[in-house]
């Protein structure tokens, strides 16, 4: 489920189009706001940016912008990585529609939430980390409850995954925990409702055979192990990639890098 196999990245659009829609808005407003500092870009942070008092004004559009903003190259990296690590399977399988409602409840239920557990913090708060925790509510409600939706393999990396952020969540410094747990649970409550109907996907479904010519061998005997072998190449590159990440990450709240 979790291994991407797009040939580029036009392809990649082109099949998950609202998750490289939201990827590409994280990393639009990154540019325009920290690196080209442009005045308007600046501005939206600064009025969308989560902040509590703020929202007891009546400034309710602040539990939506911050899902869109980071704090950081590593912040946005992180975020945009994973969504597009476990995006994928999810709009596929739950449609554009439900993977919209999906993410954004899971986001705007980490920033009510951290409204809730604390409404007079002075304590700004920001990112996508708060969807992101809904997308693994959703699919530890399918380890749970709806096996037949995720497969043995994908079961053992969104548990190791998420027990590995939930660890980090509350031993790294400067992270919104509320925006974490609510996200997830979010998530969570979400998707009894958004799996209705759902059945189980996988990237292979849509590779279509490829017509063959007259004089063109037909069959690989060996194109099962050449697949597994490609599939275990992958496989670690995207544990190392991870990796790098979450060292990344470590290393800039611990303010080494």
Known sequence: MFIRNERSIKEFVQLYPVVATLVAINIVLYVFIDLIRLPIAVEFKFWGIGFNPAVTAGEYWRLITPIFLHGGLTHVLFNSFSLVLFGPALEKMLGKVKFILAYFGAGIAGNVGTYIMDPNSLTAHLGASGAIYGIFGIYMYMVAMRKD??????????????????????????????????????????????????????????????????????????RWQKKAKRKKIVTKVVWIIFGFLVLLGILSRMNII
Do not use: C, K
């Not at 393999?153 to 952020?165: C, P, R």
């Not at 969570?188 to 055979?209: D, K, N």
């Open 149 to 222: 939706l995720i497969d043995q393999a994908s079961t053992q990396i969104i548990v190791v995954i998420f027990l590995i952020g939930m660890v980090m969540t509350f031993i790294q410094p400067n992270i919104n925990i509320s925006a974490h747990v609510f996200g997830f649970l979010g998530g969570l409550a979400l998707a009894p409702l958004m799996l209705i109907g759902v059945r189980a996907w996988s990237p292979w479904e849509r590779r279509q055979p490829r017509r063959h010519d007259d004089g063109e061998v037909q069959f690989d005997p060996n």
